[in-house]
T-cell receptor, first 116, second 109 residues
């Protein structure tokens, strides 16, 4: 595997379910990100991890819970979601912007989430 | 608060018809401006980073330029495979990327 991978690619869940999204990066980066992309709206940054520590949490509801066990893996745990949470969830990785001159983010293919 | 506005929202070109996409931004202390390409159902693909006004970068039929207030993505003699949504993002003092809504480009054969 190369680049950034995400599983599953598609997920349909009920409002009472609990599920997790997984992201893995093979680029040797030390920062990872979760974004939400809804139709006709800009990408919304949800969480940032740098060196496995959460450095940003942009007022995301507690029904979304991130986990970063090491610099290569990132999870997004989902529980009691709402229909308006249906969107494309994107994972990205980069070098830490405070420690590298080049810190462009590389994205995975995304997980298309539908909440019924 | 950093802001990015992209125009037009959608652009239809005939194959070979050159044009430009605009990205206007306001940011506190620009660290970098990024261009991405996104195909339907896929994640954004990194194209360019521009760091300072006057900088230009090229890749195949694409050329990105940067001023103190905006960036342009010039597409020369586009082909149908250039059809995609092009996203612009800026990084300022907050370190995060702020994205625009994108320009959806369609190149007709």
């Amino acid at each position: 595997e190369t680049g950034v991978t995400q599983t599953p690619r598609h997920l349909v869940m009920g409002m009472t379910n609990k599920k997790s999204l997984k992201c893995e990066q093979h680029l040797g980066h030390n920062a990872m990100y979760w974004y939400k992309q809804s139709a006709k709206k800009p990408l919304e940054l949800m969480f940032v991890y740098s060196l496995e520590e959460r450095v940003e949490n942009n007022s995301v509801p507690s029904r979304f819970s991130p986990e970063c066990p090491n610099s290569s893996h990132l999870f997004l745990h989902l529980h009691t979601l709402q229909p308006e949470d249906s969107a494309l969830y994107l994972c990205a990785s980069s070098q830490d912007p405070d420690r590298a001159a080049a810190y462009e983010q590389y994205f995975g293919p995304g997980t298309r989430l539908t909440v019924t | 608060e950093d802001q990015v506005t992209q125009s037009p929202e959608a652009l239809r070109l005939q194959e070979g018809e050159s044009s430009s996409l605009n990205c206007s931004y306001t940011v506190s202390g620009l660290r970098g401006l990024f261009w991405y390409r996104q195909d339907p159902g896929k994640g954004p693909e990194f194209l360019f980073t521009l760091y300072s006004a006057g900088e230009e970068k090229e890749k195949e039929r694409l050329k990105a330029t940067l001023t103190k207030k905006e960036s342009f993505l010039h597409i020369t003699a586009p082909k149908p495979e250039d059809s995609a949504t092009y996203l612009c993002a800026v990084s300022g003092s907050a370190r995060q990327l702020t994205f625009g809504s994108g320009t959806q480009l369609t190149v007709l054969p």
